[in-house]
């Protein structure tokens, strides 16, 4: 079992930037792909961005390509989510997801652990 608590959400203007935390706890961290996604109100949920165990491998969304950027420090079992040119569009619930697995994938099916989530409100 693996526990996920994200931290670093909150309000901010268009334009502004944040960073995003996800420790983890429970299994050996750095033999998971780690992830974000989010979702708006009313809204399905999204992929937004992942990385792979070592780092290797990310992935981003479309959307967010070029304005966030995952990272991970296996020594303190946390993955972080850097957001810049934070847009009103951009807000959401972000959820940080674990999967035990060398690869990483966009699809929220493929991930089996989840956290509570952190809002993430971008004032216009």
């Known amino acids: 079992q693996v526990q996920l608590v994200e931290s670093g959400g909150g309000l901010v203007q268009a334009g502004g930037s944040l960073r995003l935390s996800c420790a983890a706890s429970?299994?050996?961290?750095?033999?998971?792909?780690m992830g974000w996604f989010r979702q708006a109100p009313g809204k399905e949920r999204e992929f937004v961005a992942a990385?792979?165990?070592?780092?290797?491998?990310?992935s981003y969304a479309a959307s967010v390509k070029g304005r966030f950027t995952i990272s991970r420090d296996n020594a303190k079992n946390t993955v972080y989510l850097q957001m810049y040119s934070l847009k009103p569009e951009d807000t959401a619930v972000y959820f940080c997801?674990?999967?035990?697995?060398?690869?990483?994938?966009?699809?929220?099916?493929?991930?089996?652990?989840w956290g509570q989530g952190t809002q993430v409100t971008v004032s216009s």
């Open positions: 429970g299994r050996t961290f750095s033999n998971y792909g």
């Open positions: 990385i792979s165990w070592n780092g290797a491998s990310t």
């Open positions: 997801t674990a999967e035990g697995s060398l690869r990483i994938s966009a699809s929220g099916n493929w991930w089996t652990y």
